[in-house]
């Protein structure tokens, strides 16, 4: 059965940092495209950060931009790394993937993890 396993994620103070990671298990990640997509409570779905396909290329939303890492581990586990957490980074996180664009548009996704809640709070 093709899925992603995911982990990370939790309670963490403002300022506090987090790691979430999803690995591929029944396929492979090659040639995909691998996104980060977080929804908060009463909000849309939206893309935090993105490995395209072509070449490696990484875009970040701005909220994200100089506070979270997306990287790569080998052809099928990828990662984001949170630093400088904000209570409004509070949100269910979501690992995606897809082989069909070299952008993370999330209603182009194929292939989606079940979330990773992160709570910023004091």
């Known amino acids: 059965q093709s899925q992603f396993v995911e982990s990370g994620g939790g309670l963490v103070q403002p300022g506090g940092s987090v790691r979430l990671s999803c690995a591929a298990s029944?396929?492979?990640?090659?040639?995909?495209?691998l996104g980060w997509f977080r929804q908060a409570p009463g909000k849309e779905r939206e893309g935090v950060s993105c490995i395209s396909s072509n070449a490696g290329h990484m875009t970040y939303a701005p909220s994200a931009q100089g506070r979270f890492t997306m990287s790569r581990d080998g052809a099928d586990i990828f990662h984001l790394q949170m630093n400088s957490l904000k209570p409004e980074d509070t949100a269910v996180y979501y690992c995606a993937s897809t082989s069909r664009a070299y952008v993370c548009d999330k209603d182009n996704m194929e292939n989606w993890g079940k979330g990773l809640t992160v709570t910023v709070s004091s």
């Open positions: 029944g396929f492979t990640l090659a040639y995909h495209s």
